[in-house]
C-alpha cells in the first residue's frame, strides 16, 4: 500500500514539472514536430502551440522509458494514453496560470534572478556562470528575452500550486488499520505519502473547479 500512495504521489509531481520543464526550457527531441506552429489548445486566451505540446511529449516518453526499460513498448504507451496526458498537463498548468493572475500572485525580479542563479544547469564548480547561462540557451535555440519570462510564469505556478497546498490539513494520526504494526519511522513515511497524495488531489481538484469557468478549446486532431 505504502509503494502504491507513494508511486502515485510521486507521479503527479513528475507530471507537473516534467510539462513545465518542457515549456520553459528543453529543445525539441527527436519527435519531428518543431516546425508546425499549430495551436493544439485555448485556455482563456493562452495558447497552446504544437511545438510546445510536443516538447512535453518527448520529455514525458523518455521519462516512462527510463521508469519501464524494455517493458516501455508500444502497446504500453496506448495503455498510458500519453498523448492525452500531456495535453491535459499542459492545459492544467495554463489553468494554474490563470488563476495565479486571478489571485495577485507575482513573483519579483529579484526572486527571478535568484531563481535562476540556483539553476543547477546554469552552474559551474556549484556557481552561476553567465557564460554557461548564454551557451545553455543558445543551445536550446532561447535567448534570455524568451527564457526569462517564462521562467517567471513557472515560478508563479509555483507559487499558486504552493498556495492550494497549504489548505490541506497534515495528518497526526495514521487509521488503525494502516499504523498497526508499524515502527515511528515507517509511520511518518507513511503520513508524508499521505501528505502528498492529499496535495496532489487537492490541486487537481482546483484546477478541475477553476476549468468549469474557463472557456477551453482543445484541437485534439492536431495531435493524433
Do not use: C
Not at 527527436?30 to 511529449?57: L, M
Request: proline share 3%; net charge positive.
Amino acid at each position: 500500500m505504502l509503494k502504491a500512495m507513494r508511486k502515485h504521489a510521486k507521479y503527479f509531481y513528475v507530471l507537473f514539472f516534467i510539462v513545465i520543464l518542457s515549456f520553459i526550457f528543453w529543445g525539441v527531441g527527436t519527435v519531428d514536430k518543431s516546425a508546425d506552429t499549430t495551436i493544439v489548445a485555448e485556455i482563456d486566451g493562452y495558447k497552446i502551440s504544437s511545438q510546445e505540446y510536443w516538447n512535453s511529449y518527448e520529455r514525458m516518453l523518455n521519462f516512462y522509458r527510463d521508469v519501464y526499460k524494455e517493458k516501455f513498448d508500444e502497446d504500453m504507451q496506448k495503455k498510458l494514453n500519453l498523448k492525452e496526458r500531456v495535453l491535459n498537463s499542459l492545459i492544467d498548468n495554463r489553468v494554474l496560470a490563470i488563476a495565479a493572475r486571478n489571485n495577485g500572485i507575482t513573483v519579483s525580479d529579484e526572486e527571478l534572478n535568484e531563481a535562476i542563479k540556483n539553476e543547477p544547469a546554469f552552474m559551474r564548480n556549484g556557481s552561476f556562470d553567465s557564460e554557461v547561462y548564454n551557451n545553455r540557451l543558445r543551445l536550446n535555440r532561447l535567448t534570455p528575452e524568451t527564457y526569462e519570462p517564462a521562467k517567471r510564469q513557472e515560478l508563479i505556478a509555483e507559487k499558486m500550486r504552493r498556495l492550494i497546498e497549504l489548505s490541506v490539513p497534515v495528518p497526526q494520526e495514521l487509521p488503525e488499520a494502516i499504523s498497526a504494526g508499524k515502527d515511528d519511522q515507517t509511520a511518518k513515511a507513511l503520513r508524508d505519502t499521505m501528505l502528498n497524495n492529499a496535495k496532489g488531489n487537492a490541486v487537481q481538484a482546483y484546477i478541475d473547479g477553476m476549468k468549469k469557468g474557463l472557456k477551453i478549446k482543445i484541437y485534439s486532431d492536431r495531435i493524433a
